[in-house]
């Protein structure tokens, strides 16, 4: 291995649950790209569990982690109200940064860690992973083709909560589409008694709908939804995405995780949809790894799109077999790693991640607002929510 391609220094910063079940086992498998050197926790007991799970030294003082392993990236793993503070005293500590989403709860926190990236020079990626799934990303391939035109309306409905969902929703009209505009509706309903999968309790629910309208500057639209049972409800199954193009459309149709795509074009002579066929490439025929997403468009100038699954084995049968989500959280962390190595930007990057924070929170001054339209961009220091 040359001097450029030696595994960079990662250290993973806090002890949430994903450190230990997703982000160490990650690293573990990327052994050509990054190298994992330290772990750190506020507390003894927390880091010393980590560390000695994963196999790395642990740490209570992270200017001594930085000191005596020197890490280059640190990936920001905490309990959810703590990223903001947890993130800006990575950077602080000179790492680049994989940070947990949201980049941080208050606009004013997000950008005073972008300000002290831009001090230090150091790159953030922010582990924005719904966009990066091999689903999306075909869907993504096929747009950035020319294939279906522009993209003129979008849509989340019930594909993943706040900003997640709204990154998905962005990503089909282009991460470049300047929102200007929010009008949001956020109502709570009760609901029958029932099983929650994610709490283990049975009994009555309340449900947080959240519905936006998003307005761009090229006149574009997105739409937003949201319940805050949707991952975990039987009465709130439903799951989708889509998107209205100026030759066609794609709409997911989904129960819970299963899911099934339905992209079309117009058919020759203009009258019907023709359908495209998705096919998962496995390394063998009983299965194996992902190793690529094809889509049979049935257009003669372009009949084949496909997006390769970066971390396919290079050896069949001597590689990871990650579901979707491990493939798309994996390919946040291979943003930041080839950004640091090549000195561009990441992908998504913090100003993607405030921005799809910055629109949650947008639908929801509006809905305070009694439904009024929010204009765009906020202003950090007016922030309430």
């Known amino acids: ?62 200017e001594r982690l930085v000191r005596e392993q020197a890490p280059q990236i640190g990936i920001v793993s905490v309990a959810y109200g703590a990223n903001g503070e947890v993130g800006l005293m990575a950077v602080e500590a000179g790492l680049h940064v994989l940070l947990e989403t949201p980049i941080a709860h208050k606009l004013s926190e997000a950008d005073a860690i972008i300000a002290a990236a831009e001090r230090h020079g150091v790159k953030i990626e922010v582990a924005e992973q719904f966009h990066r799934r091999p689903l999306e990303q075909i869907k993504l391939a096929l747009l ?39 009008t949001g509706l956020v109502r709570e309903y009760p609901l029958a008694a029932q099983w929650s999968r994610l709490a283990g309790t049975r009994g009555e629910r309340t449900e947080t709908q959240e519905h936006g309208i998003v307005e761009f500057d090229g006149g574009q639209v997105g739409i937003f939804h949201w319940t805050s049972v949707g991952y975990d409800s039987a009465v709130r199954w439903w799951r989708s995405s889509r998107f209205l193009a ?23 002579g203009g009258e019907a949809p023709r359908f495209i066929t998705l096919e998962r490439r496995w390394e063998r025929n009983d299965g194996g790894a992902l190793v690529a997403m094809v889509a049979h468009t049935g257009d003669p100038a372009l009949p084949i799109v496909a997006w390769e699954n970066p971390f396919r084995p290079a050896v069949k049968g001597h590689g990871v077999q990650w579901h979707d989500d491990e493939i798309g959280v994996a390919g946040c962390l291979l943003s930041l790693v080839e950004a640091v190595r090549n000195g561009d930007a990441p992908s998504y990057g913090a100003h993607q991640a405030r921005l799809d924070q910055e629109l949650t929170l947008a639908i929801r001054m509006s809905s305070q607002a009694g439904g009024a339209p929010v204009q765009l961009p906020l202003d950090p220091a007016t922030q309430t929510l």
Do not use: C
């Open 246 to 268: 100026e030759r066609g459309m794609g709409v997911t149709v989904g129960v819970n995780l299963e899911v099934q795509e339905w992209l079309s074009l117009l058919a020759p």
């Open 144 to 182: 950035r083709s020319g294939l279906f035109g522009r993209v003129h309306t979008s849509f989340n409905d019930f594909a993943g909560h706040g900003y997640h969902g709204v990154s998905v929703m962005r990503s089909y009209l282009g991460f470049d589409a300047r929102p200007v505009q929010v």
């Open 1 to 62: 291995m040359d001097a450029e391609k030696q595994p960079l220094r990662v250290a993973i910063i806090g002890t949430a649950k994903r450190s230990d079940y997703l982000y160490g086992p990650i690293l573990q498998a990327l052994p050509g790209e990054v190298e994992l050197v330290g772990v750190w926790g506020r507390s003894r007991a927390s880091a010393q569990q980590l560390g000695e799970s994963l196999g790395a030294p642990w740490y209570t003082d992270l």
